[in-house]
């Protein structure tokens, strides 16, 4: 199975959470990691989305005003590099393994940017998580 790990490489239980400042907004990265934690099984057609309970698939901002935005990548990214990406996106990764071996060695970097709008109160934004999905395909299985 496929695990969703925190930047200290633990399996991540809890809800997705922020905390920011209402008054002036901002953004808070995070990072996560995807890992393989099986060697009999490959993953194919990775897609990962955060999912927050009052935004709507295609609106750019949540009701609330809040924003995500999600990438994979080995380095947290610049602001040009946040800027390019799009608000509220669902992310595809790349295939870990292959029908000849597992990958349970590499750890797959994923970043995700929480915006807050300014002039809102000060809160800890926890209604948020991870949406993993993907095809467990069996190594040495080649049909």
Known sequence: MLQILNKDQEI??????????????GA??????????FGEYYYEDITL???MADLVDGD???????????????????EKEWGEIFVNNEINITSIGSS??????????????????????PNIKSDMSL???YSKRLVGDNE
């Open 131 to 133: 949406k993993l999905k």
């Open 100 to 121: 000849e071996t597992a990958n349970v060695e590499s750890l797959f970097p994923v970043w995700v940017r929480v915006f807050c709008p300014g002039h809102t109160a």
């Open 49 to 51: 989305k955060v999912e």
């Open 60 to 78: 750019i901002f949540s009701e609330s005003g809040w924003s995500v935005k999600i990438v994979q990548q080995s380095e947290e990214p610049t």
């Open 12 to 25: 991540a239980t809890a809800a997705l959470q922020t905390f920011h400042n209402g008054f002036t907004g």
């Open 28 to 37: 808070e990265e995070i990072l996560f990691y995807i890992k393989n934690n």
